[in-house]
């Protein structure tokens, strides 16, 4: 349900500008529910539609008061000019993704790993340009995988016809409404050619970390500690996704 409402705000967007503020607050939702179900196990026969929109206003009042707090936290304890840029640095850092550009991506990436790609080998086991070819393969799909598949849907609609259709027409049909309104263009094994070990190391199984409702200061806070800023992938059925 996350994932298709936050899909929703992204039809027939091609540039970044056109990302509204709903959106952003969608995509902060999904990205905490992911947070909470690799840190609770999580047992619901049912997942009404109503539900959704009470954890959205929630998140979206919890995002509120982290900024709240933050501005509060300066001017209570007087920090010194210093003291705030850290604060502030640690905020950008915590709550904002931090993305470039779409076309800066993969490009400030290998200027980053490139002088380690023997080191990178040696602890993975395999090339870095396969990695660098994974992530090219996760950005498309995420920046134009929808709209496209959309247009394909489109497509095969105007052409189809009931009486000729074939198991593989069917199959690509199947294909295209999972990555439209399921979560096909999450699926990071699927998307990428990169080792199932390598995945295994970067994706929680569910209720598997530890560290995020921990009962600790801030426990549960998106801001300090977020699980997927240490593994961004969830493993769903034995399959690895990223939202």
């Known amino acids: ?10 039809i027939n967007l091609y540039s970044e500008s056109q990302v ?5 607050i969608a995509t902060n939702t999904m990205r905490y529910i992911q947070a909470v179900i690799v840190s609770e196990k ?7 539609e109503e539900n959704y929109y009470k954890i959205l206003e ?3 009042k919890l995002y509120s008061l982290v900024e709240i707090f933050i501005i509060s936290y300066c001017e209570k304890f007087n920090k010194n000019e210093d003291e ?3 604060i502030q640095a640690n905020f950008l850092y915590k709550y904002v993704t931090g993305k470039r550009y779409e076309f800066q991506e993969i490009k400030a990436l290998k200027e980053l790993l490139y002088p380690y790609a023997n080191l990178f080998e040696k602890c ?3 090339n870095i340009e396969l990695f660098f070819e994974g992530m090219e393969k996760i950005q498309y799909a995420y920046t134009n995988g929808l709209n496209e598949n959309i247009k394909l849907m489109h497509k095969m609609m105007e052409n189809l016809s009931l009486d000729d259709i074939n198991n593989n027409e069917k199959e690509k049909g199947l294909q295209i409404i999972d990555n439209i309104i399921g979560i096909g263009l999450h699926n ?7 080792p199932h070990n ?9 209720g598997e970390c530890k560290t995020f409702f921990d009962n600790s200061n801030y426990s549960g806070w998106p801001l300090f500690k977020n699980p997927l800023k240490i593994k961004p992938f969830i493993k769903l059925n034995g399959v690895s996704y990223c939202f």
Do not use: P
Request: glycine share 0%; no cysteine.
């Open 124 to 126: 993975f086991e395999f």
């Open 42 to 48: 999580i047992y619901t026969s049912e997942f009404k």
């Open 58 to 60: 929630l998140v979206k």
């Open 20 to 24: 509204t503020k709903d959106a952003i």
């Open 188 to 194: 990071v094994s699927k998307i990428t050619d990169w």
């Open 198 to 206: 390598f995945l295994d190391r970067f994706s929680y199984e569910i």
């Open 84 to 86: 705030i840029r850290l």
């Open 1 to 10: 349900m996350a994932v298709a409402m936050s899909k929703i705000n992204y």
